[in-house]
């Protein structure tokens, strides 16, 4: 079985993107642009003497670079809701491995580029501007685990939902990228919403995925509410996520090969 | 005045199609099109909502973080709007994909029908009604004097938006002619890239920057600058007449760049062909 992994786990971190080298140096630009724009709006409402309300510059800066920087941990996404749209979902069930066991090997494999290309970077960048990158609370680590967990259910269960939902799969996706940045704390710390909408998004399965360990690791929020809710969370999602795979499983819709 | 007429009946040709998706599949349309509003709101919430909660950025209050966001959600709405079918706007899609000669071989000219083939009034509206709303209720909140030739600007300021955007796509675009497998989502980028930026306010960058962001990678022409001239935060002739030059010279260099790319497309044509995303 650890074979198995290993090999996928080798696949997935070598494959390059189906469109080549200039598609995957045009995406982490993107990537940087995003960076470096929350970086300057953090940058100018210091400047600009906002009142932070105890929230420190060097606070919002690395919580925004380390967002950016692990990502792909922080709000996890896997293959299935593309291999779903494709067809290409079925030739999971052809091999030696189970299915949710291939989708983590295969997302894990494919954090290695972007680790390389871009959260090294990144971390190098942020120490080249002075932000402080050591973690005020070591429980952060723990709450990252528990958001890889969480964030692995909450994907299957979108998937289960693309399956059912098979003509709007799409716009499924795209609302979940265009809310899931808003919605997880990726974008902006919880602290930084207005109207106290923080508070409430950071019980949700979707806050308690970026939000928590980010606010952990930076000191914005204590360590132990938010990991009881994420462990909550990890205890209601997982076994909801793998009963509506078994059932959704039927209703899958697949073209070609 | 047949000329005219002809352009017409092809936006015509373009409002029938996409009402065609409306009629024959009314929910699933319905539900594309909120999607979609549901997405472009999204673009433009994270700055808004720290504008709010901090009393505004940089220089620009919260309300007129507001109108800036809502101009960039117009601007970017317009393009969606006469340029977002057929993937006018991603044409280096079609290009990488081979597809060109489905336009090459219609007896109108390549230049209409990126004119008129990728209208989408019905489904592809989403970010321009979302983008005027914003930017009344801004005018509302701000008590902005709207006269005749504020909305003349205004409306100058959104077709530069547009042809900036639109010609820097073209401008990366001409690559697809020469890499056709490496550069078919180059358009996607190009256009991404610049509204990435578009929407953030620029206020107090040093002028290196400021200078770069309105010049060789213009995402500061897109909404900051002209927002700044709108709410009167700067005089309006130089940045004016500067938005107006820039979306020229682009449009001019897009041209000239997707012409040459023609001429290359001519003798080597494309030994890639892709079915999917037809047209």
């Not at chain 1, 499924?172 to 902006?188: E, F, K, M």
């Not at chain 2, 220089?59 to 709007?81: H, R, V």
Request: glycine share 8%.
């Amino acid at each position: 079985m650890l074979q198995k992994i290993l090999a996928t786990l080798k696949i997935s971190a070598s494959e390059s993107s189906y469109f080549g080298v200039m598609n995957i140096l045009s995406e982490y630009m993107l990537k940087w642009l995003r960076l470096l724009g929350l970086l300057l709006i953090w940058r100018m409402l210091f400047k600009g003497g906002a009142d932070m309300q105890g929230m420190t510059l060097n606070q919002m800066l690395s919580y925004t670079l380390l967002s950016a920087a692990f990502a792909p941990l922080l709000d996890i996404r896997t293959a299935a809701s593309s291999w779903l749209q494709d067809g290409s979902f079925l030739a999971l069930f052809q091999r030696p491995m189970g299915i949710f066991t291939q989708l983590v090997t295969q997302t894990i494999g494919a954090w290695a580029i972007h680790l390389c290309m871009f959260a090294l970077p990144a971390l190098v960048l942020g120490a080249f501007l002075n932000i402080g990158l050591n973690p005020m609370n070591p429980w952060a680590f723990l709450s990252l685990l528990l958001t890889i967990s969480q964030g692995f259910a909450v994907d299957f269960l979108f998937a289960c939902l693309i399956i059912r939902a098979n003509s709007i799969s799409y716009q499924i996706d795209a609302l979940r990228r265009a809310l899931g940045v808003l919605l997880t704390g990726a974008l902006i710390p919880f602290a930084a919403l207005p109207f106290n909408l923080g508070k409430y998004l950071a019980l949700t399965p979707f806050g308690t995925l970026a939000g928590a360990p980010l606010s952990i690791y930076v000191g914005l929020e204590s360590a132990f509410p938010l990991i009881y809710i994420q462990i909550l969370w990890n205890v209601i999602l997982w076994p909801l996520a793998l009963y509506l795979f078994n059932r959704s499983m039927e209703r899958m819709v697949a073209y070609g090969g | 005045m047949a000329k005219l007429k002809h352009i017409l009946n092809l936006f015509a040709i373009s409002v029938r199609l996409d009402l065609n998706w409306l009629t024959q599949d009314t929910a699933f349309c319905l539900i594309t099109v909120l999607s979609e509003t549901i997405v472009a709101l999204s673009s433009v919430i994270g700055i808004f909502l720290l504008a709010l909660r901090f009393g505004g950025i940089g220089s620009l209050s919260a309300d007129e973080i507001l109108f800036m966001l809502g101009f960039y959600t117009l601007a970017s709405g317009t393009m969606s709007l006469f340029f977002g079918g057929e993937n006018v706007l991603h044409i280096s899609r079609r290009i990488g994909r081979g597809q060109l000669d489905h336009m090459i071989i219609q007896p109108v000219s390549l230049p209409l029908q990126m004119i008129t083939s990728g209208f989408l009034p019905i489904t592809g509206n989403s970010s321009f009604v979302c983008g005027l709303v914003i930017v009344i209720v801004a005018c509302f909140r701000l008590s902005i004097a709207v006269t005749a030739g504020w909305v003349l600007l205004f409306l100058l300021f959104l077709l530069c938006a547009a042809a900036i955007v639109i010609a820097y796509s073209y401008c990366f675009a001409s690559f697809a002619f020469y890499y056709p497998y490496g550069s078919e989502e180059i358009s996607g980028f190009a256009i991404d890239g610049l509204l990435t930026l578009g929407s953030y306010p620029l206020g107090d960058l040093s002028v290196f920057l400021k200078g770069f962001l309105f010049s060789a990678f213009p995402s500061g022409c897109i909404a900051y600058l002209p927002a700044l001239v709108l709410l009167g935060k700067t005089d309006a002739l130089l940045p004016a007449l500067w938005v107006l030059l820039l979306a020229a010279f682009l449009s001019a260099l897009a041209t000239t760049l997707f012409k040459k790319g023609l001429k290359h497309y001519e003798t080597y044509g494309s030994q890639r062909y892709k079915p999917f995303g037809m047209r």
